[in-house]
């Protein structure tokens, strides 16, 4: 069973950047049927998509975060990262990997699923 | 980008009751739409997929139901195990957006 276990500080400081990676265990990052995801929830708030990646290097993002996001996947440790740059006080949240599925509904599909995620890690901004 | 809004953001009630939440899009997404559930402290959980399709290991008092712009999902008999905030997603376009979620309190 795939397991996702996000790492990385839990404070930075206002314009500096976050740095995070996600380890996946019990399966491979380089499989075709999946791809990788970051979203992040602020204290109390919603959910928020940052972006994603496919394990031969195509990435999208949020247009939101100002192409402060950058996504890597590192197949020989079999993880997936994210950097946020100059991050400020908004950006504290906390921070969730999860694989996609591309699930296919009869002949029909594939509809994309965050189907396993991280258990989260905490990151909050301040000086 | 695609708007979702969830109605209603907030309902209680009791065990045994049948609860629907919507979702509502901006614009169409055919039938790419997920549903999550989150308790406090935890990361969400997939529940529906392609706005219809039950993940795997899911109670089947958990439904699906919708196309375009508008769709729900429906817990049957609600269980005390139930009790958490909801969310909708749509993978139509990016970038992937979420609906605001709904909690479901104790009445």
């Known amino acids: 069973q795939v397991q996702l276990q996000e790492s990385g500080p839990g404070l930075v400081k206002p314009s500096e950047t976050l740095s995070l990676t996600c380890t996946v265990a019990?399966?491979?990052?380089?499989?075709?049927?999946?791809?990788w995801t970051w979203i992040r929830q602020p204290p109390g708030k919603g959910l928020e998509w940052i972006g994603d990646?496919?394990?031969?290097?195509?990435?999208n993002y949020n247009p939101s975060l100002q192409s402060r996001a950058t996504i890597s996947v590192d197949t020989s440790k079999n993880q997936f990262s994210l950097k946020l740059s100059s991050v400020t006080a908004a950006d504290t949240a906390m921070y969730y990997c999860?694989?996609?599925?591309?699930?296919?509904?009869?002949?029909?599909?594939?509809?994309?699923?965050?189907?396993?995620w991280g258990q989260g890690t905490m990151v909050t901004v301040s000086s | 980008d695609i708007q979702l809004t969830q109605s209603p953001s907030f309902l209680s009630a009791s065990v045994g009751d049948r609860v629907t939440i919507t979702c509502r899009a901006s614009?169409?997404?055919?039938?790419?739409l997920a549903w999550y559930q989150q308790k406090p402290g935890k990361a969400p959980k997939l529940l529906i997929y392609?706005?219809?399709t039950l993940q795997s290991g899911v109670p089947s008092r958990f439904g699906g139901s919708g196309s375009g712009t508008e769709f729900t999902l429906t817990v049957s008999s609600l269980q005390p195990e139930d009790f958490a905030t909801y969310y909708c997603?749509?993978?139509?376009?990016?970038?992937?957006?979420f609906g605001q979620g709904t909690k479901v309190e104790i009445k």
């Open positions: 999860a694989r996609v599925h591309d699930f296919w509904s009869g002949y029909y599909g594939p509809f994309d699923a965050f189907d396993v």
């Open positions: 019990g399966g491979s990052v380089s499989s075709g049927s999946y791809h």
């Open positions: 990646i496919y394990y031969s290097g195509n990435t």
């Open positions: 614009q169409g997404i055919s039938s790419y």
């Open positions: 392609a706005a219809s």
């Open positions: 997603q749509q993978l139509n376009s990016y970038p992937w957006t």
